[in-house]
C-alpha cells in the first residue's frame, strides 16, 4: 500500500484502524477519516471547507442527535485554543508569592530593583585593599563580607579584604592574593602592574535602585530568583498557575497490577499530571469515573478548575459519554476534531466564560497529541505564558505520513537531525518515551532531509525538577 502522492511505502502497524481505512478506495470515490464522515465534496463545497479561528463555525453548540465530528486543520485548532483562554472578561489576579514557590510562574508586574546593586563598593576578589602606590605596610586586622564599614586607608597602607568585602574609603585598588608578595619587612609589594580601581565592584554597577530588572511577563527561572533576591525582594507578584483537573473515564482501566482478563493498566492517570504541571497548570485533582455519564456531569458541573480534561469518550461508542455530557451542560464546542494523527477526535469545549474542557483520546499517544494541540495552547495563554519559537530540523529517514492528516511522530535529536522512532501508534508510549519531540509531518509524509516543524517536549530541554514544578 502507498500513501497518494508520496511514493512511501505505509506498513500497517503504522495506521490504526480509521487511517488504514482512509488509504482504501471505494468504487470512484477515496474513503476518507471518521473526522469527515458526509458524502464525498468537491473543495470548498458545504462543511468540508475548514473552519477558520474567527469564523462561526470555530464555535459552535453540541448539536443533538448522532454525533459528527467537525474537524479543522491541526494549526487552526492550536490557534483557537491559544485564542481560547483570551476571550473571558475575567483576567486572572496576581497573587504574592514567595520566591520559594515562584518557579516556573510568570511576573504579573515588572521587576524593579529595590536597591543599588552592589549597595556599596565591595572587592571582586580575595586579596589586599590599598592606598596609592606600592609597596605598602599591612594592617593587622583584616575586612571579611559581612563585616561593619573598615576604617579608611591612608595613602601607603593596605588591609587583607575577601570577596564580596566592604571596601575601605581611600581605596584605589584591590590586589589578588595570587599578585602580592610580602618581604621579610612586612611589606606588600606587587607582583605584576595594577590598575586604578582594578578588582572592586562599584556601588550600583549592575543596577541602581528603581531601575527595571525584567518586564512583566518574564517566566521565573531559577536565575530570576536569585536576581529578585538580590535586588531585595522576598516576594513577587505573579500570575497564578491555571487550575486543572483530570477526569479518567474508562471502565477497563486499573490501577495497580498486570493487565488481565480484558482489563488494561491506565496509563494516562500517572502520565498526564507532572506534564501538565510542566506547561504551567496547578493539577488540583485527579478523578477516575469509569464509563459513568452521571459521574461525569456531576464532576463537571462541579468543578471549580479552570480547566478540565478528560481521556476518552470523545468518539460516539455507547458509552462515550462526553459529547453527550457537554450537551448537556449546553457547553459551546470551539474545536471538535483535528485533522491530526493520532488523536483526531479530541476536543475541546467552553463550560463557563471562565472555564474550558479539553477531552483527550483514550489511546495513550494519541492522548499527548490532544495534549499538545490544544491543552498546550490554552494554558499557556492562561498563565501569560511566552509561545515557544518554532523551529525545524531535517530528518535523517523518511517519515510516513497520513495522506490528508496532519501526523505527530516521536523523534529523537541527533546533532543537527531528527530521527523518526518507531513504536508510534496512537496506542504506543514506547516511542514517546524514548523521545525529545514531536515532528508535526504533513500530509503525504516527509522525505529524509526534508525540514520539520518539532514540537519540544518539556523534558528534552531541562532537568526533570526544573520542569516539572
Same mark, same amino acid.
Given at each position: 500500500?502507498?500513501?497518494?502522492?508520496?511514493?512511501?511505502?505505509?506498513?500497517?502497524?503504522?495506521? !490504526?484502524?480509521?487511517?488504514?481505512?482512509?488509504?482504501?478506495?471505494?468504487?470512484? @470515490?477515496?474513503? %476518507?477519516?471518521?473526522?469527515?464522515?458526509?458524502?464525498?465534496?468537491?473543495?470548498?463545497?458545504?462543511?468540508?471547507?475548514?473552519?477558520?479561528?474567527?469564523?462561526?463555525?470555530?464555535?459552535? $453548540?453540541?448539536?443533538?442527535?448522532?454525533?459528527?465530528?467537525?474537524?479543522?486543520?491541526?494549526? !487552526?485548532? %492550536?490557534?483557537?485554543?491559544?485564542?481560547?483562554?483570551? @476571550?473571558?472578561?475575567? $483576567?486572572? +489576579?496576581?497573587?504574592?508569592?514567595?520566591?520559594?514557590?515562584?518557579?516556573?510562574?510568570?511576573? =504579573?508586574?515588572?521587576?524593579?530593583?529595590? +536597591?543599588?546593586?552592589?549597595?556599596?563598593?565591595?572587592?571582586?576578589?580575595?586579596?589586599?585593599?590599598?592606598?596609592?602606590?606600592?609597596?605598602? $605596610?599591612? %594592617?593587622?586586622?583584616?575586612?571579611?563580607?559581612?563585616?561593619?564599614?573598615?576604617?579608611?586607608?591612608?595613602? &601607603?597602607?593596605?588591609?587583607?579584604?575577601?570577596?564580596?568585602?566592604?571596601?575601605?574609603?581611600?581605596?584605589?585598588?584591590?590586589?589578588?592574593?595570587?599578585?602580592?608578595?610580602?618581604?621579610?619587612?612586612?611589606?606588600?609589594?606587587?607582583?605584576?602592574?595594577? #590598575?586604578?580601581?582594578?578588582?572592586? /565592584?562599584?556601588?550600583? #554597577?549592575?543596577?541602581? @535602585?528603581? !531601575?527595571?530588572?525584567?518586564?512583566? &511577563?518574564?517566566?521565573?527561572?531559577?536565575?530570576?530568583?536569585?536576581?529578585?533576591? =538580590?535586588?531585595?525582594? !522576598?516576594?513577587?507578584?505573579?500570575?497564578? /498557575?491555571?487550575?486543572?483537573?483530570?477526569?479518567?473515564?474508562?471502565?477497563?482501566?486499573?490501577?495497580?497490577?498486570?493487565?488481565?482478563?480484558?482489563?488494561?493498566?491506565? =496509563?494516562? &492517570?500517572?502520565?498526564?499530571?507532572?506534564?501538565?504541571?510542566?506547561?504551567?497548570?496547578?493539577?488540583?485533582?485527579?478523578? $477516575?469515573?469509569?464509563?459513568? =455519564?452521571?459521574?461525569?456531569?456531576?464532576?463537571?458541573?462541579? @468543578?471549580?478548575?479552570?480547566?478540565?480534561?478528560?481521556?476518552?469518550?470523545?468518539?460516539?461508542?455507547?458509552?462515550?459519554?462526553?459529547?453527550?455530557?457537554?450537551?448537556?451542560?449546553?457547553?459551546?464546542?470551539?474545536?471538535?476534531?483535528?485533522?491530526?494523527?493520532?488523536?483526531?477526535?479530541?476536543?475541546?469545549?467552553?463550560?463557563?466564560?471562565?472555564?474550558?474542557?479539553?477531552?483527550?483520546?483514550?489511546?495513550?499517544?494519541?492522548?499527548?497529541?490532544?495534549?499538545?494541540?490544544?491543552?498546550?495552547?490554552?494554558?499557556?495563554?492562561?498563565?501569560?505564558?511566552?509561545?515557544?519559537?518554532?523551529?525545524?530540523?531535517?530528518?535523517?529517514?523518511?517519515?510516513?505520513?497520513?495522506?490528508?492528516?496532519?501526523?505527530?511522530?516521536?523523534?529523537?535529536?541527533?546533532?543537527?537531525?531528527?530521527?523518526?522512532?518507531?513504536?508510534?501508534?496512537?496506542?504506543?508510549?514506547?516511542?514517546?518515551?524514548?523521545?525529545?519531540?514531536?515532528?508535526?509531518?504533513?500530509?503525504?509524509?516527509?522525505?529524509?532531509? #526534508?525540514?520539520?516543524?518539532?514540537?519540544?517536549?518539556?523534558?528534552?530541554?531541562?532537568?526533570?525538577?526544573?520542569?516539572?514544578?
Amino acid at each position: 500500500m502507498t500513501a497518494r502522492g508520496t511514493g512511501q511505502g505505509l506498513d500497517a502497524e503504522d495506521l !490504526d484502524v480509521e487511517e488504514a481505512l482512509a488509504l482504501v478506495k471505494d468504487g470512484n @470515490s477515496t474513503a %476518507r477519516p471518521t473526522g469527515d464522515r458526509g458524502p464525498a465534496r468537491r473543495e470548498g463545497e458545504g462543511n468540508s471547507t475548514p473552519a477558520s479561528p474567527s469564523s462561526p463555525e470555530a464555535g459552535h $453548540r453540541a448539536d443533538a442527535g448522532e454525533h459528527r465530528h467537525r474537524a479543522i486543520p491541526w494549526s !487552526d485548532a %492550536r490557534t483557537i485554543s491559544a485564542r481560547a483562554a483570551r @476571550s473571558g472578561t475575567a $483576567r486572572p +489576579t496576581p497573587v504574592s508569592v514567595t520566591l520559594g514557590d515562584a518557579l516556573g510562574l510568570v511576573l =504579573a508586574a515588572p521587576l524593579t530593583a529595590l +536597591t543599588d546593586l552592589p549597595s556599596f563598593d565591595t572587592s571582586a576578589m580575595d586579596g589586599w585593599a590599598v592606598a596609592g602606590p606600592g609597596p605598602w $605596610r599591612v %594592617r593587622e586586622e583584616g575586612v571579611l563580607a559581612g563585616s561593619a564599614a573598615p576604617a579608611p586607608l591612608a595613602d &601607603g597602607e593596605a588591609v587583607r579584604i575577601a570577596t564580596g568585602a566592604r571596601i575601605p574609603p581611600d581605596t584605589t585598588a584591590v590586589l589578588r592574593s595570587e599578585h602580592g608578595r610580602i618581604d621579610d619587612n612586612g611589606r606588600l609589594h606587587p607582583t605584576r602592574e595594577m #590598575q586604578h580601581g582594578q578588582d572592586i /565592584r562599584p556601588r550600583g #554597577q549592575e543596577c541602581r @535602585s528603581g !531601575d527595571q530588572l525584567l518586564r512583566a &511577563g518574564a517566566v521565573v527561572t531559577p536565575a530570576v530568583l536569585g536576581l529578585a533576591a =538580590a535586588a531585595g525582594y !522576598d516576594t513577587l507578584a505573579a500570575v497564578p /498557575r491555571p487550575r486543572v483537573e483530570v477526569l479518567v473515564l474508562g471502565d477497563e482501566l486499573l490501577t495497580e497490577g498486570r493487565p488481565h482478563d480484558g482489563l488494561i493498566r491506565d =496509563a494516562l &492517570g500517572p502520565m498526564l499530571p507532572p506534564w501538565l504541571r510542566g506547561l504551567g497548570a496547578d493539577v488540583i485533582a485527579v478523578r $477516575r469515573l469509569g464509563d459513568d =455519564a452521571k459521574a461525569l456531569h456531576k464532576a463537571i458541573t462541579a @468543578s471549580g478548575a479552570d480547566l478540565i480534561v478528560t481521556t476518552g469518550g470523545t468518539a460516539s461508542g455507547p458509552v462515550d459519554h462526553v459529547h453527550p455530557t457537554l450537551r448537556r451542560v449546553d457547553a459551546e464546542l470551539l474545536v471538535d476534531g483535528v485533522k491530526v494523527r493520532p488523536g483526531h477526535p479530541m476536543l475541546l469545549a467552553r463550560l463557563k466564560e471562565d472555564q474550558h474542557l479539553v477531552g483527550l483520546p483514550g489511546n495513550p499517544l494519541a492522548a499527548v497529541s490532544g495534549l499538545l494541540t490544544l491543552a498546550e495552547p490554552l494554558l499557556r495563554t492562561l498563565a501569560a505564558r511566552p509561545a515557544p519559537e518554532r523551529y525545524a530540523l531535517p530528518l535523517r529517514q523518511a517519515a510516513h505520513g497520513h495522506p490528508y492528516d496532519t501526523r505527530l511522530i516521536p523523534v529523537v535529536l541527533r546533532g543537527d537531525h531528527a530521527v523518526p522512532l518507531h513504536y508510534n501508534g496512537p496506542a504506543m508510549l514506547r516511542g514517546i518515551a524514548a523521545a525529545d519531540a514531536l515532528a508535526v509531518v504533513p500530509p503525504g509524509g516527509a522525505r529524509a532531509g #526534508q525540514e520539520t516543524e518539532l514540537l519540544d517536549l518539556p523534558w528534552a530541554s531541562a532537568g526533570i525538577d526544573a520542569c516539572f514544578t
